[in-house]
């Protein structure tokens, strides 16, 4: 059981490094037999999303008249979708973020950007291997 012993390290690594929170223990609590995919669903949305949106800040902030107001409407949403994951990384750089968009810092939502590109990116891959490991757990592929 590699596999198992490999998905409870990097777990427990996930934990103490501070990228996922308690919020990730409650929503691994809502899987069961009836929906046995349901945390894989939920990572693979949330990182989705998380794309699309860190691409839609990127385009926004390139402009030469930034409107705070939209780029805020969406680091909210990243806020939230990663407060709802348990992507306690994520979560805390978009509460520094929404502050530069309040006082209308276009340098520090730039800086702010990097910040949850590098963290969003690593929590991703994180999560990508998280999946593998499960799934080798669960016998679809070879172990």
């Known amino acids: ?78 806020k939230g979708s990663s407060a709802s994951v348990g992507a306690q990384k994520v979560k805390n750089t978009c509460i520094q973020f929404r502050e530069f968009c309040q006082s209308r810092s276009k340098d520090g939502c730039l800086k702010t950007l990097d910040s949850v590109r590098t963290e969003f990116y690593d929590l991703r891959g994180k999560f990508q291997t998280m999946l593998q490991l499960e799934r080798q757990i669960q016998g679809f592929y070879p172990k």
């Open 1 to 78: 059981m590699a596999a198992a012993n490999q998905l409870s390290a990097l777990l427990n690594n996930m934990y103490a490094t501070g990228l996922l929170d308690e919020q990730f223990q409650q929503l691994q609590m809502l899987q069961d037999a009836s929906a046995p995919d349901f945390v894989s669903e939920v990572v693979t949305l949330f990182c989705q999303d998380g794309e699309r949106i860190i691409g839609e800040l990127a385009k926004l902030l390139e402009k030469p008249s930034v409107d705070f107001d939209r780029v805020d409407a969406f680091v909210h949403q990243l």
